[in-house]
């Protein structure tokens, strides 16, 4: 341990079982597990890593209202007003758009890894040349 973090002050709260916390404390005196927000840090913690969250990052933005309606449309289904058939009408039509958009991605991803192949290629081919000619 280095001098710095052993001249530094202690969390001045205690553990659940009594005894004095014995982590560095922050400048409110306290450690970040005992911190003021704490609590609110422990209920945020690993909404990040939500696959719903995680899923919304990968949307594109164009289609966050769509996906906004869905769930709306769901949640009126559930309090019965909206009749189910519009809900899976809406359905069909948003699973059309997202696989128009996922063959679109796809189709862009082919053409780059094309691109790429062809390019290997021809770097190949001018290398092979050049060693074969002791160039």
Not at 74 to 85: A, D, N
Not at 101 to 120: D, M, P, S, V
Request: hydrophobic content about 40%.
């Amino acid at each position: 341990m280095s001098n710095t973090a052993a001249k530094r002050q202690r969390c001045a709260a205690l553990r659940k079982d009594g005894q004095p916390c014995q982590a560095l404390a922050m400048h409110t005196g306290l450690c970040i597990a005992h911190g003021p927000q704490a609590n609110v840090w422990r209920a945020q913690g690993g909404s990040a890593s939500r696959t719903a969250n995680r899923a919304a990052k990968l949307l594109p933005g164009f289609l966050r209202p769509i996906v906004d309606e869905l769930v709306e449309a769901i949640r009126q289904v559930h309090e019965g007003t909206l009749e189910p058939k519009r809900l899976s009408a809406m359905a069909a039509a948003a699973n059309a758009v997202a696989n128009l958009f996922t063959k679109g991605e796809l189709e862009e991803r082919l053409r780059e890894i094309e691109q790429r192949a062809n390019e290997y290629d021809h770097e190949r081919a001018r290398w092979n040349g050049a060693a074969r000619w002791g160039a």
